[in-house]
């Protein structure tokens, strides 16, 4: 069985998209902000996708996505990468990843250039389900689990009203656990910091102490101001304080976890083994959350998981999607997933509810990967991307 063929296409939403208010969800624009605009999540958002399909002479064909900057993205795939695979045996998954690595050293490494290879690593993997018949899975390790618990994640900055509501109803539907978002950082002073604590404080009310709370400041925060927040969140024991500084402060997220108060979760915006070495050796983080279609598909995330667990440090990726859901259930180091609930678009997290079939939808808090569906699991919606700008 040989490649003989790549396409990477963007698509663009081009429907209706729900404006986000400010102090929505904090992120790292919130430093600058008051030299620009008050509304920093719009640089954020995930309006545009890549859909990479890999095709073979044997008719199998693989499907990967990437959610970064995905018209560049295309660009290092048909420039650079997209030459490497043609021709070659698509079995070769620890070959042609480092061929795609060490081509693209000089500029890759990191951010776009691994993102480029990560979706075109998930595509190989899902032609080599397909190939032996088997779910990805089962190439991985196998079940470790009946189903995988999964945490609802949303809880946005929105009225307190309608973040208790919204946090009631994950609980009704059996979520054991569910993520908010803060909406106020070291730019909104003490004032800021009260309405977070509220943000909480609401979401704890709503559920009660027999599920399980995080909290995201996504970049949005630094260690002072991580500092001397963390003792006021501690009476509502959180799971874990995610990404509470950015993702170069390795020696920030250090200290923060010295400090033992909360649990420190991160490793979304890093990449590769050599970067979660560096985290691990750090002493950085009690969670490892890496996004396989940003940390080099799953050839690398098998890795990362593996040097985790020697660490007794559990894995619990970032965002849902298939690729990370079959890491899950091959790992025991993996207790749950994340999982983007659908929704109208809005950050753009959920617009892979409207690119492809084949996403699981939770039952009482878990879902299940089918054992008799080859692959990934994943087909393109191609009636769905009439709603898309496409560039081919």
């Given at each position: 069985?040989?490649?003989?063929e790549i396409?990477?296409?963007?698509?663009?939403?081009?429907?209706?998209?729900?404006?986000?208010?400010?102090h929505?969800?904090?992120n790292?624009?919130?430093a600058?902000?008051?030299?620009?605009?008050?509304?920093?999540?719009g640089?954020?958002?995930?309006?545009?996708?890549?859909?990479?399909?890999?095709?073979?002479?044997?008719?199998l064909?693989g499907?990967?996505?990437a959610a970064?900057?995905?018209?560049?993205?295309?660009?290092?795939?048909?420039?650079?990468?997209?030459?490497l695979?043609?021709?070659?045996?698509?079995?070769?998954?620890?070959?042609?990843w480092?061929?795609?690595?060490r081509?693209?050293?000089?500029?890759?490494?990191?951010?776009?250039?691994?993102?480029?290879?990560?979706?075109l690593?998930?595509?190989?993997?899902?032609?080599?389900g397909?190939?032996?018949?088997?779910p990805?899975y089962?190439?991985?390790?196998?079940?470790?689990?009946?189903?995988?618990?999964?945490?609802?994640?949303r809880l946005?900055?929105?009225?307190?009203?309608?973040?208790?509501?919204?946090?009631?109803?994950?609980?009704?539907?059996?979520?054991q656990?569910?993520?908010?978002?803060?909406?106020?950082g070291?730019a909104?002073?003490?004032?800021?910091?009260?309405?977070?604590?509220?943000?909480?404080?609401?979401?704890r009310?709503a559920?009660?102490?027999?599920?399980?709370?995080?909290?995201?400041?996504?970049?949005?925060?630094?260690?002072?101001?991580a500092?001397?927040?963390?003792?006021l969140?501690?009476?509502f024991?959180?799971?874990?304080?995610?990404e509470?500084?950015?993702?170069?402060?390795i020696?920030?997220?250090?200290?923060?976890r010295?400090?033992?108060r909360?649990?420190?979760?991160?490793?979304?915006h890093?990449?590769?083994?050599?970067?979660?070495?560096?985290?691990?050796e750090?002493?950085?983080?009690?969670?490892i959350q890496?996004?396989?279609?940003?940390?080099?598909?799953l050839t690398?995330?098998?890795?990362?998981?593996?040097?985790?667990?020697?660490?007794?440090?559990?894995?619990?990726?970032?965002?849902?999607?298939m690729?990370?859901y079959?890491?899950v259930?091959?790992?025991?180091?993996?207790?749950?997933?994340?999982?983007?609930?659908p929704v109208?678009?809005e950050?753009?997290?959920?617009?892979?509810?409207?690119?492809?079939?084949g996403?699981?939808?939770?039952?009482?808090g878990?879902?299940?990967l089918?054992?008799?569906?080859p692959?990934?699991?994943?087909?393109?919606?191609?009636e769905?991307l009439?709603?898309f700008?496409v560039?081919e």
């Open positions: 069985m040989k490649i003989k396409r990477a296409r963007v698509i663009e939403w081009r429907g209706k998209t729900v404006p986000l208010p400010a929505f969800c904090t790292p624009m919130d600058v902000s008051p030299m620009l605009t008050g509304a920093t999540m640089a954020f958002t995930f309006h545009s996708w890549l859909i990479v399909e890999i095709f073979t002479d044997s008719g064909t499907i990967g996505n970064l900057s995905p018209r560049i993205t295309k660009q290092v795939i048909d420039l650079y990468l997209k030459p695979l043609l021709g070659a045996d698509p079995w070769d998954t620890e070959f042609l480092q061929h795609m690595y081509k693209t050293m000089a500029f890759g490494r990191k951010g776009i250039g691994m993102a480029a290879i990560s979706a690593d998930i595509a190989l993997w899902d032609i080599l397909k190939s032996a018949r088997q990805v089962r190439l991985l390790g196998g079940r470790t689990k009946p189903r995988i618990p999964v945490y609802a994640s946005y900055s929105t009225p307190l009203d309608e973040l208790a509501r919204e946090a009631k109803q994950y609980k009704d539907e059996g979520y656990a569910m993520k908010l978002r803060f909406g106020w070291p909104d002073g003490a004032a800021g910091m009260q309405k977070n604590i509220a943000l909480v404080r609401t979401v009310q559920v009660g102490d027999g599920v399980d709370i995080m909290a995201d400041a996504y970049m949005g925060w630094n260690l002072d101001y500092k001397r927040i963390i003792p969140l501690e009476p024991h959180l799971r874990w304080l995610e509470p500084v950015i993702p170069d402060d020696h920030g997220y250090a200290e923060l010295r400090f033992g909360i649990p420190i979760a991160g490793g979304e890093e990449h590769t083994l050599f970067g979660f070495r560096e985290l691990i750090a002493r950085a983080v009690d969670y890496f996004d396989t279609s940003r940390v080099g598909g690398q995330a098998r890795k990362i998981a593996a040097l985790a667990e020697a660490h007794s440090i559990p894995v619990i990726p970032h965002a849902g999607q690729h990370n079959h890491l259930m091959a790992s025991l180091n993996s207790p749950m997933a994340e999982y983007f609930p109208d678009v950050v753009g997290n959920e617009l892979f509810w409207y690119c492809f079939n996403e699981p939808a939770p039952k009482d878990c879902i299940d089918d054992e008799n569906t692959g990934l699991g994943l087909t393109v919606n191609e769905k009439k709603s700008k560039i």
